[in-house]
Structure formats: C-alpha cells, structure tokens
C-alpha cells in the first residue's frame, strides 16, 4: 500500500533584501512494508506559495516596522497561517512555548482588529507597543467579541524584527 501524503513546509529565509516567510508544497510517498509504515520519496519543494516581499517595508521608522511586524503576525492568526505566525516570536518565547500550545490560545479566534499606540524605546533598543486587540471568537457555539488589552515588546533577538514578549489582558467579552 502506497500513498502520496502532501506536504505544506514553512520556512523563514535570509535574503540579502531582509528575511521572508515562504511556504513550499509538495508531497511525501509511504509504503507500507512488513507492518511498518516508511518514508519512500517524493519531493519536496515542488513551487513556492506567496509573496517573496519583504517582512517589514524599506525606508519605515523603527515605529513602523514594530508595529508592520504585529499586523502582520495578526494577519496571519487570521488566516490561520499558524507556523507563520509562530515563527515571528524570538527564539526565547518559541524556547519555552511550544507551537501546540501557541495555537491552542488561538483556537476559539475567528478574526482580529489590533488597534496600535505610539511604541516606546525601552533601554536595550526595543520597542514597547500599546495594543488593543478586538477578537472574534467562537466559544461553545457563541459567537463573542472580546476586547485584550496589553502590549508587546518588539526587537531583534538573532533576526532583525521579532516578537519579543507580549502581555494581553481580556478586558471584556460580550
């Protein structure tokens, strides 16, 4: 028994221009043999999907690029782009939260509005960023708006523009 199993591989680039996020489909082939099931080739990437742009835009103050970074992590929770989303937190929050539990909090979330305020230069060169997020959920067959309120600290960890920490408080739901 054979089958072609396909494969969605999501990845962040270095590229001289700056780092993007790419996806690549393609598939993997399993045989069973003697009970077993066992990779037996196939290929992987077969095409990029998506843009090859640029995360954060060119010639942006580092207000912008902060704030660019957390619509664009929002963007893809509401596409349900979840590795991408994932990938835009530093390498310590991705350390001690793994991505089981990251889309977990993101479960019940149908759609998101992130209203930004004026970041903040904290000390080490990140930025403090003031959000309210209104979200669209679906809670046991409801559907609710929630209002989080908090903020998120935005710098370069190893890569240039990442998610550093983040703070929300559920201020309401109705």
Known sequence: TTFDVPIILYATEQMPEGNRESSYQGFQRVTLKNGTWKIDGGSLPTMQLGS?????????????????????????????????????????????????DFIKGYADTLQNTLTC??????????LAVPVVIKAK??????????????????????APWQI??????????A
């Not at 704030?67 to 835009?88: E, G, M, R, W």
């Not at 209002?147 to 710098?155: A, C, D, H, R």
């Not at 550093?164 to 739901?173: D, P, R």
């Open 52 to 100: 090859p742009t640029p995360l954060i835009p060119d010639g942006s103050t580092a207000s912008d690029k902060a704030i660019a970074l957390l619509q664009k992590f929002y963007t893809y929770i509401d596409k349900h782009d979840y590795p991408a989303a994932y990938n835009l937190w530093g390498g310590a929050f991705r350390s001690q939260n793994s991505y089981c």
């Open 137 to 158: 959920e679906k809670r046991n067959s409801n559907m609710i708006i929630s209002t989080y309120e908090g903020g998120y600290i935005v710098g370069a960890e190893k």
């Open 117 to 126: 305020s004026t970041p903040s230069l904290q000390a080490d060169g990140s």
């Open 164 to 173: 550093l920490q983040g703070t929300l408080k559920n201020t309401s739901s």
